[in-house]
């Protein structure tokens, strides 16, 4: 059976635990690299990016983790994972760094501040019906490199990518019992 581990630095870690719980997977919470070494494939939850790359510092897990994307473990990556997947960082806290493995620029807190949050129906491409993306301090892509492909977008930004083995999301579809992202995610990938 795969093991999905979720990365629990910070943010919606009890979420994804219950998303892939109702799909039938063996998640695992992920704060030590035994606990990273033991996974299939990762979950980056939404949260705070800064927060998560200053704690996976602290905790010794930063280059674990770039090495377990490097060399081709699946993540899916939702809001400041996302950021944490992303090659290249715009508007990033002063010396902030990701993990990388996705080629995309993005833009930290795009759309704005929490008061400018929202929640909006998304076409996704892999999907007949449309996912309901709650944006909370989401960030966008700004570039896309070679063999990424946008799978949702808002106002021209793409808010969904993916790339062989990795799928992120600026948006939050742990929050709701809508589950298809993350089966979209474990199909493609496991």
């Not at 109702?22 to 070494?37: A, F, H, I």
């Not at 949702?152 to 790339?163: I, L, N, T």
């Amino acid at each position: 059976m795969t093991t999905v581990g979720v990365l629990a630095l910070q943010g919606d870690v009890r979420e994804h635990l219950a998303a892939l719980d109702r799909l039938g997977v063996k998640g695992t919470s992920v704060r030590r690299r035994e606990e990273l070494d033991a996974c299939d494939a990762l979950v980056i939850p939404g949260g705070e990016s800064t927060a998560m790359w200053r704690l996976a510092r602290t905790f010794e897990l930063l280059d674990p983790l770039r090495d377990r994307v490097r060399t081709g473990m699946p993540a899916l990556g939702t809001c400041a994972g996302m950021v944490l997947l992303a090659d290249r960082l715009l508007d990033g806290a002063e010396g902030q760094k990701t993990i990388g493995g996705l080629d995309i620029t993005v833009r930290r807190n795009a759309f704005g501040r929490q008061t400018e949050s929202f929640e909006t129906d998304l076409e996704v491409t892999g999907l007949e019906d449309t996912v309901h993306g709650v944006f909370i301090r989401a960030p966008w892509v700004e570039e896309i490199g070679d063999g990424v492909e946008v799978l949702a977008s808002v106002e021209g930004h793409p808010v969904a990518v993916r790339q062989n083995q990795l799928m992120a999301t600026s948006f939050h579809p742990e929050v709701n019992a809508d589950d298809r992202l993350h089966r979209l995610f474990l199909d493609t990938c496991c």
